[in-house]
């Protein structure tokens, strides 16, 4: 039974550029969160999809996108990335989207650096 | 904002202590859960809590949500090497979105 997975497991980037990380839920989960992690503090929650449709989403700009499929992988895109979006990406999965949607499992993350 | 307080902010501890670690809010959640994150990895969870005054446990893991529905208490007996890492409380806001505190470090003294 394969859990969240992420790719890719590092990246960089400099200022001004665009990025795409992506993720796949752990099997039986259709609904995909997302969250950015600085050094040395909590999660914080960026969106969540579900059916196709961004459902929920936090206190983020516009520049964070972000994608479901069918098939209920899902996408998150940064564009014109600044020196403050390094970060660990992760995303979690769960069945159902809020408020049914605890626990969420999550993936190992994509480290993003700017350069 | 919602905001949960996690304390203490680290902890060094010898092999075979017991360790208690807590989290507090301002406001009410109908739900808290406990995630240790190891270096490079993402959050695993813990223990889910769902009902004030719940008690439950993991093996050597212990957690309470409070009957006040402000507070959470996560509790190691006979701490391992392996128990090392980073833990975090998280509970839905009103919008059901996840919200964590900053995490309470373990660490081992050699």
């Known amino acids: 039974d394969a859990g969240v997975t992420q790719s890719p497991t590092h990246l960089i980037k400099t200022r001004g550029q665009q990025v795409t990380l992506r993720c796949s839920p752990k099997?039986?989960?259709?609904?995909v969160s997302w969250y950015q992690q600085a050094l040395g503090q909590g999660p914080q929650f960026i969106f969540q999809?579900?059916?196709?449709?961004?459902?929920q989403r936090g206190n983020f700009p516009d520049r964070f996108s972000g994608h479901q499929y069918p098939n209920y992988s899902s996408e998150l895109n940064v564009n014109a990335l600044l020196l403050g979006d390094s970060a660990l990406y992760l995303c979690?999965?769960?069945?159902?989207?809020?408020?049914?949607?605890?626990?969420?499992?999550f993936g190992d993350g994509t480290r993003l650096s700017i350069l | 904002g919602q905001q949960l307080n996690q304390s203490p902010q680290s902890m060094f501890i010898q092999e075979g202590e017991d360790v208690s670690m807590n989290c507090t809010s301002s406001?009410?959640?109908?739900?808290w859960l406990w995630y240790k994150q190891d270096p490079g990895e993402g959050p695993v969870l813990l223990i889910a809590?769902?009902?004030a005054g719940e008690l439950t446990s993991n093996g050597r893991l212990t957690a309470q949500f409070g009957i006040t529905r402000k507070d959470s208490f996560l509790n190691i007996s006979a701490s391992i090497p392996s128990d090392v890492g980073i833990y975090f409380c998280?509970?839905?806001?009103?919008?059901?979105?996840?919200?964590w505190g900053a995490g309470t470090k373990l660490i081992i003294k050699p």
């Open positions: 979690a999965s769960s069945f159902g989207p809020a408020p049914f949607n605890q626990p969420q499992h």
């Open positions: 406001s009410i959640f109908n739900t």
């Open positions: 099997s039986g989960h259709d609904t």
């Open positions: 999809y579900y059916e196709e449709e961004e459902r």
């Open positions: 809590l769902y009902k």
């Open positions: 998280a509970g839905p806001d009103s919008n059901y979105q996840l919200i």
